[in-house]
């Protein structure tokens, strides 16, 4: 098996895998570059001079600088929650596509709103309601933009096509975690140093708003809503196929089927999906999708992000440009995973087996930098005294090995499976969901993460090292392996017992019930080499 070796869910011409689809995902992924640039600048932007001096963090306590700190970054996942519930509706009314273009715009706004802000008049409140709005933004963003690729893509690169939306993140949390280096390096300390990171977030929002003219609607929701003709004609041209291509007659027929059964079994209308909600089958997936977001915070990742100087100093990193190097680097090496993650491990290796493997491993680093910082203690040192030693670069060490564990797995991969395990009369409603779980339990670790790191101090690792051991225990008994599976065969999926084999099991029996006649031609086969095993015995 090569790298770039794709396992498919039937036979699949090669034009279907075409520069479209990858360019309607990486156009629609610029709505997580401004999701990933936020989560990165944020923190390392409230730590610059001139931002510290022009709003007078100096004249705080700790404990009210640490409010200021994380009520400036939670806004924005308290905006985000509302914006991905409210995300529902405008893709069940506007459709995926004109969805992206207004959340962009209320997002250009939101960024715009914050450049108002100054030390004298206005003081601080305007990045505090510009975070508001551009959260809301990102929120309807975040929700949108997995659905719009999965309903575009193949099956055997779905988890690719879904993982360019991670990428997108990724690169846009690099810029993020290097721009407040570079300006605290190269600027001096004045007003326009930290009005930079905040004027760069219009950069992936203009391109998403721009961008969001050129791709097309998504053809399932096309379909959902009796365009029928467009629908075809999009998915032609997404496909690179002629309509009378039999790959394009089995999968409207695919479509068609799911649509119909859907029909009878829950209904058309905008409140029909929430009917659904009394199937238990419903309840469960929507409980799924809610806790991977709830284990995939529960890491620690975004108290990380938002919070990257603060978590470097309590093992003990000190100095300006030292602490935003440090947080550079883990900008690098979490994209550089995210690639090797989207290219080969989520399409190849498989959703649950990169989920163990990250939880496992992250937890170990988790416990062994706890145990470091209750043995040495180094944030309790002044910073003319702080030296790391020997232990301190194994805990950074640590910390590193946490990001190779933790970035190619529960980085992106719970946004994939959410994508993807949804029918289509519930698919907004339950990214909606999904996406709420994020901001949700993205809000509550941005919240208290300060406060946490001053009355916690090593127990904030232990604690995080405690729920990822508690999301192995989850994933084994409860998440099916999605990689391959027709979105319009999840139901089957979820069904099959036990979890482990449900994949294994559903993908034999798809395919014998598209090529029967290749799969007796391969049993008779089998018989008649068993036969003449016996024969020549």
């Given at each position: 098996?090569?790298?770039?070796?794709?396992?498919?869910?039937?036979?699949?011409?090669?034009?279907?895998?075409?520069?479209?689809?990858?360019?309607?995902?990486?156009?629609?992924?610029?709505?997580?570059?401004?999701?990933?640039?936020?989560?990165?600048?944020?923190?390392?932007?409230?730590?610059?001079?001139?931002?510290?001096?022009?709003?007078?963090?100096?004249?705080?306590?700790?404990?009210?600088?640490?409010?200021?700190?994380?009520?400036?970054?939670?806004?924005?996942q308290?905006?985000?929650?509302?914006?991905?519930?409210?995300?529902?509706?405008?893709?069940?009314?506007?459709?995926?596509?004109?969805?992206?273009?207004?959340?962009?715009?209320v997002?250009?706004?939101?960024?715009?709103?914050?450049?108002?802000?100054?030390?004298?008049?206005?003081?601080?409140?305007?990045?505090?309601?510009?975070?508001?709005?551009?959260g809301?933004?990102?929120?309807?963003?975040?929700?949108?933009?997995?659905?719009?690729?999965?309903?575009?893509?193949?099956?055997?690169?779905?988890?690719?096509?879904?993982?360019?939306?991670?990428?997108?993140?990724?690169?846009?949390?690099?810029?993020?975690?290097?721009i407040?280096?570079?300006?605290?390096?190269?600027?001096?300390?004045?007003?326009?140093?930290?009005?930079?990171?905040?004027?760069?977030q219009?950069?992936?929002?203009?391109?998403?708003?721009?961008?969001?003219?050129?791709?097309?609607?998504?053809?399932?929701?096309?379909?959902?809503?009796?365009?029928?003709?467009?629908?075809?004609?999009?998915?032609?041209?997404?496909?690179?196929?002629?309509?009378?291509?039999?790959?394009?007659?089995?999968?409207?027929?695919?479509?068609?089927?799911?649509?119909?059964?859907?029909?009878?079994?829950?209904?058309?209308?905008?409140?029909?999906?929430?009917?659904s909600?009394?199937?238990?089958?419903?309840?469960?997936?929507?409980?799924?999708?809610?806790?991977?977001?709830?284990?995939?915070?529960?890491?620690?990742?975004?108290?990380?992000?938002?919070?990257?100087?603060?978590?470097?100093?309590?093992?003990?990193?000190?100095?300006?440009?030292?602490?935003?190097?440090?947080?550079?680097?883990?900008?690098?090496?979490?994209?550089?995973l995210?690639?090797?993650?989207?290219?080969?491990?989520?399409?190849?290796?498989?959703?649950?087996?990169?989920?163990?493997?990250?939880?496992?491993?992250?937890?170990l680093?988790?416990?062994?930098?706890?145990?470091?910082?209750?043995?040495?203690?180094?944030?309790?040192?002044?910073?003319?005294?702080?030296?790391?030693?020997?232990?301190?670069?194994?805990?950074i060490?640590?910390?590193?090995?946490?990001?190779?564990?933790y970035t190619?797995?529960?980085?992106?991969?719970?946004?994939?499976?959410?994508?993807?395990?949804?029918d289509?009369?519930?698919?907004?409603?339950?990214?909606?969901?999904?996406?709420?779980n994020?901001w949700?339990?993205n809000?509550?670790?941005?919240?208290?993460?300060?406060?946490?790191?001053?009355?916690?101090?090593?127990?904030?690792?232990?604690?995080?090292?405690?729920?990822?051991?508690?999301?192995?225990?989850?994933?084994?008994?409860?998440?099916?392996?999605?990689?391959?599976?027709?979105l319009?065969?999840?139901?089957r999926?979820?069904?099959?017992?036990?979890?482990?084999?449900a994949?294994?099991?559903?993908?034999?029996?798809?395919?014998?019930?598209?090529?029967?006649?290749?799969?007796?031609?391969?049993?008779?086969?089998e018989?008649?080499?068993?036969?003449?095993?016996?024969?020549?015995?």
């Amino acid at each position: 098996m090569t790298l770039l070796a794709l396992k498919e869910d039937r036979p699949t011409p090669k034009a279907v895998y075409n520069w479209r689809v990858y360019t309607c995902a990486a156009i629609a992924s610029f709505a997580s570059c401004m999701i990933g640039y936020d989560s990165a600048f944020i923190g390392t932007t409230l730590a610059l001079p001139s931002f510290t001096e022009e709003f007078d963090f100096a004249s705080y306590t700790s404990d009210a600088l640490a409010l200021l700190q994380s009520n400036i970054v939670s806004v924005y996942q308290a905006g985000a929650f509302f914006g991905s519930l409210f995300a529902f509706a405008t893709s069940y009314f506007l459709g995926r596509r004109s969805s992206l273009i207004a959340f962009s715009v209320v997002f250009i706004i939101g960024a715009a709103i914050m450049l108002a802000a100054d030390g004298q008049g206005r003081g601080i409140d305007p990045i505090i309601a510009g975070r508001v709005l551009a959260g809301f933004g990102v929120g309807g963003a975040s929700n949108m933009v997995p659905i719009y690729i999965s309903e575009l893509a193949p099956p055997a690169v779905r988890g690719r096509l879904v993982g360019i939306y991670e990428l997108g993140w990724q690169i846009g949390g690099l810029v993020g975690f290097w721009i407040n280096y570079g300006v605290n390096t190269t600027m001096a300390p004045t007003r326009s140093q930290w009005l930079i990171p905040f004027a760069v977030q219009l950069i992936p929002a203009g391109l998403l708003f721009l961008g969001s003219f050129w791709i097309p609607e998504s053809p399932r929701w096309l379909f959902a809503n009796g365009k029928r003709e467009e629908a075809m004609k999009v998915l032609c041209w997404i496909r690179n196929l002629e309509p009378t291509d039999q790959y394009i007659v089995q999968e409207v027929s695919y479509i068609d089927a799911d649509l119909e059964r859907y029909a009878r079994e829950v209904g058309k209308g905008f409140w029909k999906p929430f009917l659904s909600l009394k199937q238990r089958k419903v309840q469960w997936r929507f409980f799924l999708g809610g806790m991977l977001f709830l284990w995939q915070n529960g890491s620690g990742i975004n108290a990380i992000n938002y919070y990257s100087p603060t978590v470097f100093r309590s093992i003990g990193i000190t100095g300006t440009d030292t602490g935003f190097l440090t947080t550079g680097i883990f900008g690098v090496v979490k994209m550089v995973l995210t690639i090797i993650w989207l290219l080969w491990l989520v399409d190849l290796v498989g959703r649950r087996r990169i989920l163990f493997i990250g939880a496992t491993g992250g937890s170990l680093c988790m416990w062994i930098i706890g145990a470091y910082i209750k043995i040495a203690d180094p944030g309790s040192k002044k910073a003319e005294e702080a030296k790391l030693n020997s232990g301190g670069i194994a805990a950074i060490f640590f910390f590193y090995l946490w990001t190779t564990f933790y970035t190619p797995s529960w980085n992106g991969t719970p946004w994939v499976i959410n994508s993807e395990m949804f029918d289509q009369n519930t698919r907004s409603l339950g990214q909606a969901s999904a996406a709420a779980n994020n901001w949700f339990w993205n809000f509550i670790i941005s919240r208290f993460t300060p406060q946490m790191f001053i009355k916690m101090g090593y127990g904030v690792y232990f604690f995080f090292a405690s729920l990822m051991l508690l999301s192995v225990v989850f994933i084994y008994f409860f998440i099916p392996e999605t990689k391959s599976i027709p979105l319009e065969a999840m139901d089957r999926l979820f069904k099959i017992k036990p979890v482990g084999n449900a994949n294994k099991i559903l993908m034999a029996e798809l395919s014998f019930e598209r090529n029967p006649e290749r799969e007796e031609s391969s049993s008779l086969d089998e018989k008649d080499r068993v036969t003449q095993t016996e024969n020549a015995v």
